[in-house]
């Protein structure tokens, strides 16, 4: 076989590889669809990321963040995910997070679950949370995945 006749080969194969990944009714969930890193991050509030993820369907997704507090002080981040659910309403849920007093514990985990109505996006904003008089704003380092759980005609889990 000649050369251009195996790279014709290879081209078909793999075109036919997608086309049949992409049909698929029965891919596996979860699915990592999103991920961000903000590292040393110094937070003023505000958007850190208009549109984090836009789903091109339908579906239930889980956010999960992860963030550290690199600067030794007693702040902490304060996420907030902004997203429209299936019944085009605007949904917020925030993730307040302050550290404990002298530094034991500078980091922060939390998960949400929500319906995310395609086309519309899941934003992210964030700002900083101090205890009084805790002095200047760290530097800090948030880390967020977004997963595809499930499609409204997928039936659930795979």
């Not at 007693?74 to 995910?81: K, T, V, Y």
């Not at 309403?89 to 679950?113: E, H, V, W």
């Amino acid at each position: 076989m000649t050369s251009s006749r195996r790279v014709l080969a290879l081209v078909v194969l793999v075109v036919l590889v997608i086309a049949v990944l992409a049909e698929n009714p029965h891919r596996s969930f979860p699915l990592v669809v999103a991920k961000q890193s903000l590292v040393n991050q110094t937070l003023q509030g505000g958007t850190i990321n208009p549109a984090l993820f836009t789903p091109v369907e339908d579906g239930t997704y889980r956010v999960s963040a992860y963030w550290t507090n690199n600067g030794g002080s007693s702040c902490g981040i304060a996420p907030r995910f902004t997203w429209t659910d299936n019944s085009n309403s605007s949904q917020q849920d925030s993730i307040y997070y302050i550290p404990p007093f002298y530094n034991q514990q500078p980091y922060g985990q939390a998960t949400l679950i929500m319906h995310i109505k395609a086309n519309t996006p899941l934003s992210l904003t964030a700002g900083s949370a101090c205890i009084a008089n805790s002095g200047t704003l760290p530097a800090l380092t948030l880390d967020v995945t977004v997963e595809q759980l499930s499609t409204d005609d997928s039936g659930g889990s795979q």
